[in-house]
């Protein structure tokens, strides 16, 4: 069963950091806004865009992390892991939607031929300053997102990072136009929409492969299967599989314990590891168990087991 702490932890921990996530974002973008149409610069006001969409994808992260950590339900006896991927696939839909804006706005006044005007220095300042808070930002997010192991969370961290280097690539855009060459300012907007559209990619790709069930890295797999390899009692382990379920995953294992072993002995060495793992995988949703017995049976064996199994069923149904 899911640690209650941690299905705690992580909707505490996931308010507290989008909270603080809003209050910058809107001081942030309201900064940028101003600077940008004080200074003449689209590359900026383009900046401003990008970080009043943070605004939005945290919220939408608040929401996924809330009803993802909501109890088992008759109608969900899984859990609500998942809508944690739906979130940030939204988050991912509004990344690309932003980057395809703000690069529309740059092929724009390029394709017009009119005049650039040249920005101000005050686009430079906000650009810098953008920078340095969105880059504080990322990191501040990364680390809570790494310590609940959220999915949300890192891709509202990584929406932080992506606003950091669109911030950079208006400093250039902006600092090149004041050096002579005006074009670099919407051009400068059209990187930064790339850059945008490629990080909603990442983050759309990664949580397709969360509710597609794909597997846990290798290195937590290959940890998981020594743990089982050396639990008192297991001879082997005969297969090992797991899946990815929101910020949480599955494993099913199969182990195989001496032959002789009655089945109340064998039901305990299964039950201790099951614990052992859940203990110390706080994201380990659920761990299922297989008992085999180190010995294969004879066909003779099997045979006799299924007519056995066949004769029993004709009973019940008659």
């Not at 990364?142 to 192991?149: D, W």
Request: hydrophobic share 45%.
């Amino acid at each position: 069963m899911e640690s209650k702490s941690h299905t705690s932890t992580l909707a505490q921990t996931a308010t507290h950091v989008s909270i603080v996530s809003i209050v910058v974002n809107i001081a942030l973008s309201l900064m940028k806004l101003f600077a940008g149409i004080v200074a003449h610069s689209g590359a900026m006001i383009s900046d401003a865009i990008h970080s009043a969409s943070d605004v939005f994808s945290t919220i939408i992260v608040i929401v996924g992390v809330r009803i993802s950590s909501k109890k088992e339900d008759k109608e969900h006896p899984y859990g609500h892991d998942r809508m944690e991927c739906v979130a940030s696939l939204i988050l991912a839909g509004l990344l690309a939607v932003t980057g395809f804006l703000i690069g529309k706005s740059g092929v724009q006044t390029i394709a017009s031929g009119k005049a650039i005007a040249v920005p101000g220095v005050l686009a430079l300042v906000a650009a810098v300053v953008s920078i340095a808070v969105k880059e504080w930002m990322y990191h501040y997010t990364i680390r809570a997102a790494k310590r609940v192991n959220s999915g949300a969370l890192k891709a509202d961290a990584w929406h932080h990072r992506s606003d950091a280097l669109s911030s950079v690539g208006a400093l250039i855009g902006i600092a090149g136009a004041r050096l002579g060459l005006p074009i670099l300012d919407p051009l400068a907007e059209i990187i930064i929409a790339l850059m945008v559209i490629k990080v909603g990619f990442d983050i759309g790709k990664d949580s397709i492969n969360k509710m597609v069930d794909r597997s846990v890295d290798e290195k937590t797999l290959a940890a998981i299967l020594r743990v089982a390899e050396h639990h008192p009692g297991v001879v082997r382990v005969d297969d090992l599989r797991s899946r990815t379920f929101g910020s949480n995953f599955y494993i099913d294992l199969e182990i195989a314990v001496d032959h002789t072993l009655d089945i109340q002995r064998a039901h305990a060495i299964a039950e201790t590891l099951h614990n052992v793992l859940e203990e110390r995988y706080p994201n380990l949703k659920h761990c299922m168990i297989h008992v085999n017995p180190d010995v294969d049976l004879s066909d003779a064996a099997k045979a006799e087991l299924q007519q056995q199994a066949e004769a029993q069923d004709g009973v019940k149904k008659s």
